[in-house]
C-alpha cells in the first residue's frame, strides 16, 4: 500500500508495460457523490504534461472504483530533500519552477487542484534528474468558464488559502496561495503559517504576518522573498496569476544563492514537521486500511504487515468464530471484527495526539528560543 486518503488507499501493482499505482475507492464512501469520481477520470483523461501524473486506465467492481495512473517511485519532495546531501535555493527554484509550469498549464486550461501540498509532489524515479510531477486530483475541479466561482470547501490545513477558510468562494488564485505556503516551506523548513486552530489561522493568513526570521533566511535571496510575498496575498485579486509568477527572475535562478538550506532545515521544525506528518500519515493509513477490511475481509486491502491485533480478529471473522471474550454465545466474528477496529482506531488516535502534543512543545520551545534571541 502506498498510501491513504479520504475515500480509499493507493496500491502500487504490476500493469502490462510495468508497475502501476492504483487509487482504490470504495463506492459506498462515495454514495450520492459518484459524480466526483467521474470527473476525477475525465479530468485525468485530458491532463497530457510532463509534470503531471499521466492517466493510464480505469475500471470498477462491484464495490470498488480503480482509477490507475503511473507509479512515482522517486518518493515525496521533502523525503527526497531530506535524503540528500545538498539543497540550495538555486535548486529550489527549479524545483518551484517545475511545479509552476504544471500549474500554469492546469490554469490556462482553466483546471484548480485546490489541494496542493508536498505530500501530492511525487518524483517519478530514484534519479538524480528525475521530473518532479504534481498527484492527487481528487478534489480538482474543471471550471466551466475563467469567472466562475467554487463554494465548496477545499485545501489541507495550512496550505488552504484565506478565502477557502472564509468560504467566499474561490477560483484559480488558491492554488497560487499554496504554491506560496510550499515555496517558503522549501527554503526554510517550516510553515509561515504555524497557528494550530482555524480561527487562528484564519486571523494569521488574513493579516499577511509573513516573517522571514534572520537566522533562517539571511543567506536567501531577495528575490526569491519577493517571488513569496506575491503569492502570499489575502486578497485573491492581488495574488499573482500562474502567468505572471512564471515571469519572475526568481525562477531562472539568476540570483539564487548557491547556501546549502539543509542544515537550517533539519535544525528547525523539520524534524518536528517531518516526524509529525509521519504519524499522521501512518494513523490515516492504518484506519483506511482498517476500515477497508471490515468491508471487504475476504478481498482485503490490509497491508500484509497488519499488527497481530489487527489481524486475528479478521481470521476469526473468516472461520466464522464466536467471540470467547463475551458472557453469550451469539456474537459473531462480525462484531468482534468491529470492536476490534473501534479499539485499534482509538488507540492510534490517543497515541499519536499525546507523541504530536510532545513534538508541539518541542516546537514552541525552539521558536520562543528563536524569537528571544531575535530581539536580543
Given amino acids: 500500500m502506498l498510501g491513504a486518503g479520504t475515500y480509499g488507499i493507493v496500491r502500487e501493482a504490476d500493469g502490462p508495460t510495468g508497475k502501476v499505482a492504483i487509487k482504490v475507492i470504495l463506492k459506498k464512501n462515495v454514495k450520492g457523490n459518484e459524480q466526483m469520481v467521474y470527473d476525477e477520470l475525465e479530468l485525468l483523461q485530458t491532463l497530457q504534461h510532463d509534470h503531471i501524473v499521466r492517466f493510464v486506465d480505469w475500471f470498477e467492481s462491484r464495490d470498488k472504483y480503480y482509477i490507475v495512473t503511473e507509479l512515482a517511485t522517486g518518493g515525496e519532495l521533502f523525503d527526497r530533500i531530506c535524503e540528500q546531501g545538498r539543497f540550495t535555493e538555486k535548486d529550489a527554484s527549479q524545483t518551484i519552477k517545475q511545479v509552476l509550469t504544471a500549474v500554469d498549464y492546469l490554469h490556462n486550461n482553466n483546471v484548480v487542484h485546490r489541494d496542493l501540498k508536498p505530500e501530492n509532489l511525487l518524483y517519478l524515479t530514484k ?14 475541479k474543471m471550471l466551466d468558464s475563467k469567472d466562475e466561482v467554487l463554494t465548496t470547501m477545499a485545501g489541507s490545513f495550512g496550505y488552504a488559502a484565506p478565502e477557502v477558510m472564509l ?7 488558491v492554488d497560487m496561495w499554496s504554491m506560496g505556503v510550499i515555496t517558503y516551506t522549501l527554503l526554510c523548513g517550516y510553515s509561515p503559517f504555524r497557528s494550530e486552530n482555524l480561527q487562528d489561522l484564519i486571523e494569521e493568513c488574513t493579516a499577511a504576518r509573513v516573517v522571514f526570521h534572520d537566522r533562517y533566511w539571511k543567506d536567501v535571496s531577495d528575490d526569491a522573498k519577493d517571488f513569496i510575498m506575491g503569492l502570499l496575498q489575502p486578497k485573491p485579486e ?38 509529525r506528518g509521519i504519524e499522521l500519515v501512518k494513523l490515516t493509513n492504518r484506519i483506511e486500511a482498517l476500515k477497508m477490511q471490515e468491508e471487504d475481509p475476504e478481498n482485503s486491502d490490509m497491508p500484509t504487515s497488519a499488527p497481530p491485533e489487527i489481524a486475528q480478529p479478521v481470521l476469526a471473522q473468516s472461520e466464522g468464530t464466536p467471540s470467547s471474550d463475551s458472557g453469550s454465545g451469539n456474537i459473531t466474528g462480525k462484531q468482534r ?21 510532545k513534538q508541539q512543545e518541542e516546537v514552541r520551545k525552539e521558536v520562543g528560543k528563536q524569537e528571544s534571541a531575535a530581539k536580543e
Fill in 127 to 140: 534519479e538524480a534528474d528525475s521530473d518532479l510531477v504534481l498527484a492527487d486530483f481528487g478534489i480538482a
Fill in 238 to 275: 492581488d495574488r499573482w496569476t500562474s502567468e505572471e509568477a512564471m515571469k519572475h527572475k526568481w525562477l531562472s535562478g539568476e540570483n539564487a544563492t548557491d547556501h546549502n538550506l539543509l542544515p537550517e532545515i533539519k535544525a528547525f521544525m523539520a524534524k518536528a514537521r517531518l516526524r
Fill in 337 to 357: 471484527l468491529t470492536n476490534a477496529v473501534k479499539g485499534a482506531i482509538f488507540r492510534e488516535v490517543v497515541l499519536a495526539k499525546v507523541r504530536e502534543m
Fill in 167 to 173: 468560504k467566499k468562494g474561490h477560483g484559480k488564485p
